[in-house]
């Protein structure tokens, strides 16, 4: 079981992976939303804002509902915002949700992927 701190330091590295990729600002810089990642079997939420192509992070759940929320055993979480692994394994066994419009849902999985890579 990983710790919020460790979930808070992988989300980190997946912001800067983000913020430090020109392609996917300018890319983004038009798609404003908010995304609360929480933890099912740790006390964390983060929320992760993309507001004019640059994204930010914070702890706690978003003021008004989020576009997006992923859900993941911490574990899950802190290996998928590392690139550790992809998505595709844990969505399978069910370990991990991604709640939201398919569109956002399909946009979130090409920003992991263009960060950390298959």
């Given at each position: 079981m990983a710790l919020h701190e460790e979930i808070h330091e992988s989300l980190i590295a997946f912001c800067e992976g983000y913020n430090n990729n020109a392609k996917l600002k300018a890319m983004n810089r038009d798609w404003d939303r908010t995304v609360l990642v929480r933890a099912t079997d740790v006390d964390s939420e983060h929320t992760l804002t993309l507001k004019g192509g640059d994204l930010t992070l914070s702890e706690g759940a978003p003021g008004e509902p989020p576009h997006?929320?992923?859900l993941g055993d911490s574990e899950t979480l802190v290996d998928l915002f590392y690139g550790d692994i992809?998505?595709?394994?844990p969505y399978l066994k069910?370990?991990?949700k991604v709640l939201g419009e398919e569109d956002d849902v399909l946009r979130l999985d090409f920003i992991s992927l263009m960060i950390w890579g298959e």
């Open positions: 997006l929320t992923v992809t998505p595709t394994e069910g370990n991990l």
